[in-house]
């Protein structure tokens, strides 16, 4: 579909590319923070709140599961 310069763009469209753009920085932190050997006091404060929204955001909880998953296998847990 072409989209003339006098239309507005979707909305829902918008809302979707700012989701998976969102989710991508949570999940970016999430592993950057679950790496680290000795988290402070607010970073672990930080990993229980993106798990917190992982709870009502289902691709997001799958995303963190498969990181997990990554980390516990290149560590030899799996």
Do not use: C, W
Not at 14 to 30: G, W
Not at 44 to 61: G, H, K
């Amino acid at each position: 579909m072409k989209v003339n310069a006098t239309q507005k763009p979707n909305k829902g469209v918008n809302a979707f590319v700012t989701s998976q753009h969102l989710v991508k920085k949570l999940l970016q932190e999430y592993e950057r923070l679950v790496m680290l050997s000795s988290p402070s006091n607010d970073e672990l404060t930080r990993i229980e709140q993106i798990l917190e929204l992982a709870v009502y955001d289902t691709e997001l909880d799958n995303l963190i599961n498969q990181v997990d998953e990554q980390i516990a296998s290149e560590m030899g847990l799996l």
